[in-house]
C-alpha cells in the first residue's frame, strides 16, 4: 500500500521541476531521486520511456509480432546486411531518463545466428553514462555502467561487467567483470581490470556466489529469458529467472569497494551492434560482419526503484510488480544530458575496442 501511495503521488501531471523539488523533499539525504516504477511492453509502435535509435539498416523497431513474447509482441533490434562495427552500426532503445540504484529487468531473446555461426554480434542490456566528468576524482572519466552483454557466436555465455571509470583517449578503465557459461555452470573469470588484458581475480565478496547453477539447454538465442541488474551504492547484482521453477539465479552478487561500484545516474539501455574484435572463448572465428539481417528481440523492460535488499526479498515479484505500476509519466525533461549522438559516439568507441575475449 505504501508503495502504491508513493507512486500515486507523483502525478504524472506534475511539472518536471514540481516533481524534481517534491521528491528532494522527500529523499533529502539521496544525492538522486528515484523515478517511479514502469513497465514498457513494446506493444505500441512509440514508447513514452524510450527512444529508438537505428543506423542505416540496422533498425529498432517495437511492435512486431513474436512467438514466445508473453503479450505476443517484442522490440526487434536488428543489425543489418553489412553494418559497420560497433553500436553506431547497430540499432537500440535509450531512456528518456536516468536511473540511479533499482532494478532494471527485460525478457530478452538475443541475436541468433544459426543462419551465419560466425556472425560477430553482440546483444546488450545495460546503464550507461559518460560525460566525460570526474566526479569520483580517481583521475579519470566517471564512466557509470553495468553491463549484461551477449555474444551470438556462444550464446550460451553470459558477460558482467561493471564500470566506474573509462577515458576514450587511451582505453584505460576500472571494472570488474564475470564471465558465465550457462549452460555448463562454469564461471569463466571474475576479474577487475584497467586495460584489454587479463586482470586481476576477485576474490570474498567480490566472488560471490562461487559457483552457478546449470541451466540445462540454456541458449540466449533461441527462446526468450528474464534477466535482471539490481543496483544500490555497496552492491549490484546480475541474475536471471531460472526458466525450470521461475526461481531468481544469482550470476553475481557482487559487493566490493564503493569505489568500484558505479555511482552515476544512468540510462536504461538495449542494443544489439556487430563487433569485429571480441570474440568469444570457445568461438574466436565469430567476428564476420552479418550476410544479412540478424535481430534480438525484446518481450518488455522494467525498471523498479526498490532497495536491492527489498527487491530480492520479493523472489521473483519485482519484475511483475512493476508491470502493475501505471506507466506513461514522461519524466524525460528531468535531467539534461549531453546529445545522444555524442554519448552513443564515445560508448560505440570503448565498446568496439575491445580485445578478443575481453569484456
Ligand atoms: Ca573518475
Ligand atoms: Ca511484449
Not at 520511456?49 to 513474436?66: E, K, L, W
Not at 553506431?88 to 531473446?109: D, H, M, N, P, W
Not at 543462419?115 to 570526474?134: L, M
Amino acid at each position: 500500500m505504501v508503495a502504491k501511495n508513493h507512486i500515486a503521488f507523483f502525478s504524472p501531471s506534475l511539472p518536471a521541476s514540481l516533481f524534481g523539488l517534491a521528491l528532494a523533499a522527500l529523499h533529502p539525504q539521496s544525492a538522486q531521486a528515484q523515478l517511479p516504477a514502469f513497465r514498457e511492453d513494446w506493444n505500441a509502435s512509440a514508447s513514452a520511456r524510450f527512444d529508438f535509435v537505428s543506423h542505416g539498416g540496422s533498425q529498432a523497431v517495437s511492435n512486431i509480432p513474436a512467438a514466445g513474447a508473453e503479450d505476443g509482441k517484442a522490440l526487434q533490434l536488428s543489425i543489418g546486411k553489412g553494418a559497420a562495427v560497433s553500436p553506431a552500426g547497430g540499432s537500440e532503445v535509450e531512456s528518456k531518463s536516468l536511473f540511479q540504484y533499482g532494478t532494471l529487468t527485460a525478457r530478452i531473446r538475443t541475436a541468433d545466428c544459426k543462419e551465419q555461426p560466425n556472425a560477430g554480434i553482440v546483444t546488450g542490456f545495460f546503464t550507461y553514462f559518460n560525460d566525460g566528468s570526474d566526479q569520483n576524482g580517481n583521475g579519470l572519466p566517471d564512466n557509470s555502467e553495468l553491463d549484461f552483454e551477449w555474444l551470438c557466436g556462444e550464446p550460451q555465455v553470459l558477460y558482467l561487467t561493471f564500470w566506474t571509470d573509462y577515458r576514450d583517449a587511451d582505453a584505460v578503465s576500472k571494472r570488474v567483470t564475470r564471465t558465465v557459461n550457462l549452460a555448463t555452470g562454469k564461471i569463466l573469470d571474475t576479474e577487475y581490470r584497467e586495460g584489454w588484458g587479463a586482470g586481476t581475480k576477485l576474490t570474498g565478496a567480490e566472488n560471490d556466489p562461487t559457483t552457478v547453477a546449470t541451466v540445462a539447454g540454456y541458449n540466449s538465442s533461441t527462446a526468450f529469458y528474464e534477466y535482471g541488474l539490481s543496483w544500490d551504492a555497496e552492491r549490484v547484482l546480475g541474475w536471471m529467472i531460472n526458466p525450470k521453477d521461475s526461481s531468481r539465479l544469482v550470476l553475481w552478487d557482487y559487493r566490493g569497494p564503493r569505489a568500484r561500484i558505479p555511482a552515476r545516474a544512468s540510462r536504461f539501455l538495449i542494443n544489439a551492434w556487430h563487433t569485429n574484435t571480441w570474440t568469444p572463448p570457445d568461438n574466436p572465428a565469430a567476428n564476420q560482419a552479418p550476410a544479412n539481417t540478424i535481430s534480438a528481440l525484446v518481450d518488455w523492460a522494467a525498471y523498479d526503484p526498490k532497495p536491492v535488499t527489498t527487491a530480492l526479498a520479493v523472489g521473483s515479484g519485482s519484475a511483475r510488480s512493476a508491470s502493475s505500476a501505471k506507466s506513461g509519466n514522461t519524466l524525460g525533461a528531468y535531467w539534461r544530458l549531453p546529445s545522444r549522438d555524442a554519448r552513443i559516439d564515445a560508448r560505440g568507441r570503448h565498446q568496439s575496442l575491445r580485445a578478443p575475449s575481453s569484456p
